[in-house]
């Protein structure tokens, strides 16, 4: 009886030991492995995900795929340096589009456009061109806004457009600047900036709120919301063309 | 290998003896824990295939594919935790249609662990990402953004700890500054608060406190900012902090073909990875723990 209670006893001591020291016996790290796993065809896609999906892919491509119109080539982003066919494509249709309705609406006319590289979310690939394409390129659902800007606002404008080095896209705004990126001349519709005179700038609602760190927007001489979304605008103008073919120019460039 | 989280149980209230430790126990060495850790960041949406002619993505990406990888690989360890590191929303009509519904309620089918905030959560404005939560099935982590004075109050927590196979896996979440990023009016009254000084208090209660062996920071602040070297990144964090195992990465869409090995404040080495954007990879990385004292003294050994 009191040997089993002894041998019982020193059981649980052993026992309680071994539990302690591998508790004191801390977890340590012996090896990190790290390596990035290629989604591609080798993949084989889970069919329940992909029938979970489909009911919300059906509505979306009926409305969305139907061929607007025929890209020459595929433009991306990056290509060009201070200015990209991409970017002076999105532009020139914020600037034409935006401006049937400004004028309407108050008789005056749309002078630069400035948009952000950011805000170019894929390229337009070489052959058709649908909504879908302009849902890729364009996925946020900004609108116009038209802004009234003179003197040390344009300044201000043309200096971050300078200090970015970046291919912004810009329309009916030239600038020059030396290898350094000092500024050598800046034009609106080829012409000398007035100072005195009140320009309207064409841009996103995004980047009138200080997008980007845009903040030449404010104060300004007057805002007009278009009410109209630059993706829109977009489908708008695939609609009216057959072929788009944009390309570099010399918009913004270094001398 | 329950017998850890056995031992620790039993364990409780004995640490009077603890003095009496120190046992060799060769016997109770066994193969080292894996833990793995399956990362996305900066998804956007992007939920089917890229087709044939979407140039450089072409025929890559899906979450269906995604999905097949992700389950042969819990197969072959349950011992996985599998987060996003933000901009969930925004990048396609899926998205611009429904909202994130459907990119909720797929990571939730994929059994997301956790994920953390990126700017474009915003973008149908904090209401519009407080609307999806009811379809989504995972946690989210955000330290330094206070929603204290907002919707999303009480929906989103500093930091939440795991524990797989008695490994505790602390992870806590880090967001870019929204203040000329995303119009006020849309994420209203989120404050954003410092990363690092924030990091310093996560990891401390992550480590002393919760006594966490791996530490796991979700960001969405941006890799690295070469004409901006002032501005916190993922890398800057590594070095300026410590006591972070693994930093997971978004919203610089940085392809990062093996992760970043840092010295971090200790001078230890530290992980930091992105795995670019649109759901075109899957991160991995695998963690193993033993318990084996011998092995304590070489260290950890790092393969990427």
Excluded at chain 1, 44 to 70: M, T
Excluded at chain 2, 137 to 146: I, L, R
Aim: aromatic content about 10%; overall charge neutral; proline content about 3%.
């Amino acid at each position: 009886m009191v040997n089993f209670t002894k041998s019982k006893l020193s059981l649980c001591l052993l026992v309680l030991l071994l539990i302690i020291s591998c508790k004191t016996e801390k977890l340590h790290l012996s090896k990190i492995e790290g390596k990035r796993l290629d989604i591609n065809k080798d993949v084989s896609p889970n069919p329940d995900v992909e029938a979970f999906i489909a009911p919300y892919k059906n509505r979306i491509e009926s409305d969305l795929d139907s061929v607007l119109a025929v890209a020459v080539d595929t433009y991306s982003k990056n290509d060009g340096e201070l200015n990209t066919a991409i970017g002076n494509l999105m532009a020139d249709i914020v600037q034409s589009e935006g401006n049937g309705i400004f004028h309407k609406r108050t008789g005056k006319n749309i002078d630069v456009v400035i948009l952000n590289h950011g805000g170019i979310r894929a390229e337009i690939p070489k052959g058709p061109v649908s909504a879908r394409t302009a849902y890729n390129v364009m996925p946020f659902e900004n609108e116009i806004v038209v802004v009234g800007l003179k003197g040390k606002q344009i300044d201000g404008a043309i200096n971050y457009l300078v200090s970015r080095k970046r291919a912004n896209p810009i329309a009916g705004l030239k600038i020059v600047v030396d290898k350094d990126f000092n500024l050598i001349s800046a034009t609106i519709n080829n012409e000398a900036i007035d100072a005195n005179k009140i320009y309207y700038f064409a841009t996103s609602d995004y980047l009138y709120n200080r997008g980007d760190n845009m903040n030449f927007f404010q104060p300004n001489e007057g805002v007009y919301e278009l009410d109209f979304k630059i993706r829109n605008a977009m489908i708008d103008y695939f609609k009216k063309t057959d072929t788009i073919n944009p390309v570099i120019d010399d918009r913004f460039i270094i001398k | 290998m329950r017998r850890r989280d056995f031992i620790q149980k039993v364990s409780a209230g004995t640490t009077a003896l603890a003095a009496a430790g120190g046992f060799g126990l060769q016997s109770f060495t066994s193969k080292p824990t894996k833990i793995t850790i399956l990362h996305t960041n900066d998804v956007h949406s992007h939920i089917d295939t890229f087709g044939p002619d979407e140039g450089r993505n072409a025929n890559k990406g899906g979450v269906a594919r995604r999905a097949s990888l992700i389950e042969s690989i819990r197969k072959q360890n349950p011992n996985t935790l599998l987060l996003d590191a933000g901009d969930i929303f925004q990048g396609t009509p899926y998205f611009n249609y429904y909202g994130g519904e459907l990119e909720f309620k797929l990571m939730s089918k994929l059994k997301y662990d956790l994920a953390t905030i990126g700017n474009h959560d915003f973008d149908n404005g904090i209401e519009g990402l407080y609307a999806q939560l009811p379809h989504a099935e995972f946690g989210f982590v955000s330290a330094n953004y206070d929603f204290s004075n907002t919707i999303m109050d009480t929906h989103v927590k500093p930091y939440q700890v795991f524990k797989k196979d008695g490994v505790k896996i602390g992870v806590f979440g880090l967001g870019i500054e929204l203040y000329g990023l995303v119009g006020k009016k849309l994420y209203k009254e989120t404050k954003y608060l410092d990363p690092i000084e924030i990091t310093q208090e996560m990891t401390r209660i992550l480590k002393l406190e919760k006594r966490c062996d791996l530490i796991i920071c979700l960001s969405h602040l941006g890799y690295n900012y070469r004409n901006n070297p002032d501005k916190v990144s993922d890398l800057k964090l590594a070095e300026a902090t410590k006591d972070i195992d693994l930093i997971i990465g978004g919203h610089t869409h940085t392809f990062l073909p093996k992760p970043t090995i840092v010295k971090n404040l200790d001078g230890k080495n530290i992980l930091v990875n992105q795995v670019g954007c649109y759901g075109l990879y899957l991160g991995q990385i695998d963690f193993y723990f033993d318990t084996d004292k011998n092995k304590t003294a070489n260290g950890t050994s790092i393969i990427v």
